[in-house]
């Protein structure tokens, strides 16, 4: 199947017309009841849906079948939420319906040995004979708040206020809990996101497809939580064809991990070293902890690509560009010498504590912010900069802004950090729409994985006509 083709049949997973939710019922905690729920009360979905159970009873106000063959309509999307043993009859049922895609949300098939394996194969070898496409089993579902389409069990009120925060990530992930966490995390940051789809088992579906995919939406950065790799050579040939950022943190780098990930998700976590190698060669960012997932992708949406690691510290208290000059050098970013040019025009400006790199400010009106970053920015010895300045008043919210103004006419980026509490973080982030990071160390670290981004870039050699080149 060619990508294209494949694409639009992935269409229907995330913009479907119609759904119906086999397992729905009106029993005591049912899982089905709470994914009608959310289509009814949540985002209102358009299409018709319909419940299927052994009762045919009506969930949620949505009629109520015994059998998918019974509904008269046509059926884009099937959700399978039903005790793992009937699994392969409703997948036989959709075939027979002429339904071609079917997302798996039960759990108990090849992450539980031998009985689910069978089943597993079951449900594959019923799929291909009906040209059915797969996500799951033993996954979450899929979001799209482009077009406000969710079928996640067990919604509730916090992840549904993501559907009002669409943004530019998209994430492909196997555990469902990963999944919650990031769209938690999301709502205490700037960015948002613009499609989520939790792979599972993936016996179909798996991550090598869903880049191709989000490769031509308007997806910006696509971040992938992964415990195994299906198909590496899979997984690296459509890496090579993305020019998008991927971003993956992986399980499974001990021999205690890789266990964990075989009883969760019934996929060996495979050799790291390996991986590590792969994702270097097919130019995806590997990630170091969950955190990274949601935190990082504001740096790649709303600054310039770091072009060279040379990078200018700017600050209003001197400790902070001390231990900031340790973490960079750690990191292996490099502190330049300003040039004497850069220095004289910085000590024309009243109220500089330190013309070096890092540069340190006393307490100063905002245009004396602005002078002195705009010279920084303009330095030809500067690709970057981290700007650490507490918000001791107002005004430096409305710096931060030109900054960010500021990093774009020059085509270099800015990592923002300002020295306060968590809180106060959050809340200026939040309520000003500005991306700043929590810690120092995150800042840093958001320079490292830009760079790292270009650097990729131009390995791939897929941005025909522009100007991707390194600084000397």
Known sequence: MDVQT???????????????????????????????????NYIKFPGPVVAINRKAEEVSGYPGYSSVTDVSHDIDLAVIITPASVVPSFVRQCGEKGIRNIVIES?????????????????????????????GP??????????????????YDGIMDALNKAGGVSYVIQSGGVGVVIIESLMDDMQGINKMVSIGNKTDVDEADLLDYFNNDNTQVISMYLENVADGTKLMKAASRVKKPIMIFKSGRTEAGTAAALSHTAGMANNDVIFDSMCRQAGIIRLKSISELYSLPKMLTEMPLLRGNRIAAFTNSGAFGSISADIMVDAGLTIPRLSPETREKLSKIKGVFNVNNP???????????????????????????????????????????????????????????????????????KQFNVPIFDSMEEAVRALVVSYEQLRYLRKKEQYIGADFKERD
């Open 107 to 135: 759990a108990g098939f090849s992450e539980q040995g031998g009985e689910g394996k069978k089943l597993q194969k079951e449900i594959d070898d019923c799929a291909k004979q009906y040209g059915i496409r797969l996500l």
């Open 359 to 429: 540069v340190d400010i006393g307490p100063a009106l905002p245009q004396v912010y602005l002078d002195l970053i705009d010279i920084i920015l303009a330095a030809p010895e500067v690709d970057g900069l981290l700007l650490m300045s507490s918000i001791w008043r107002d005004f430096v919210i409305d710096v931060i802004k030109e900054v960010i103004k500021m990093c774009r006419h020059y085509d270099k980026p800015a990592a923002i950090y300002t020295p306060n509490s968590i809180s106060k973080i959050i809340s200026v982030r």
């Open 138 to 155: 033993n996954c979450l579902g899929v979001m799209n708040n482009v077009t406000r389409f969710c079928c996640f069990y067990g919604a």
């Open 6 to 40: 494949q694409n639009s049949q992935l269409e229907k997973f995330f913009n479907p017309s119609s759904v119906a939710v086999i397992g729905a019922s009106n029993g005591l905690f049912n899982l089905g009841a709470t994914i009608c729920n959310c289509l009814k």
